[in-house]
């Protein structure tokens, strides 16, 4: 069973940047793709940003391209979400999530084509 826990939530004033991070149990996971989406109180989970096994493709939602960066580490099988400039609307519940077909040159961007999800980690920005 692979589990993955985020880490790196926290408060920050609006402009300001938070590093989270997702580490898996599994050294399986570094063929998967991953990504992260994000859920407002009382909103639609949504997707953030995902990258593909071998961290040469990343995709990232409209509301966060340009200030929100995607890598990996696959030999440490973590993944990392950098956020600059954040802004309010930004304040959410960031979960981190696996899919399991290995290899893959697909980037899922919806949440049923991911199999494994963290417990999330709260991002709240401040105005």
């Known amino acids: 069973q692979v589990q993955l826990v985020e880490s790196g939530g926290g408060l920050v004033q609006a402009g300001g940047s938070l590093r989270l991070s997702c580490a898996a149990s599994e050294r399986t996971c570094s063929s998967y793709a991953m990504g992260w989406f994000r859920q407002a109180p009382g909103k639609e989970r949504e997707f953030v940003a995902a990258?593909?096994?071998?961290?040469?493709?990343?995709y990232y939602a409209d509301s966060v391209e340009g200030r929100f960066t995607l890598s990996r580490d696959n030999a440490k099988t973590t993944v990392y979400l950098q956020m600059n400039s954040l802004k309010p609307e930004d304040t959410a519940v960031y979960y981190c999530?696996?899919?399991?077909?290995?290899?893959?040159?697909?980037?899922?961007?919806?949440?049923?084509?991911?199999?494994?999800w963290g417990q999330g980690t709260q991002v709240t920005v401040s105005t």
């Open positions: 999530a696996a899919e399991t077909v290995p290899f893959t040159l697909n980037i899922p961007r919806t949440s049923y084509e991911y199999d494994y």
């Open positions: 990258i593909s096994w071998n961290g040469r493709a990343t």
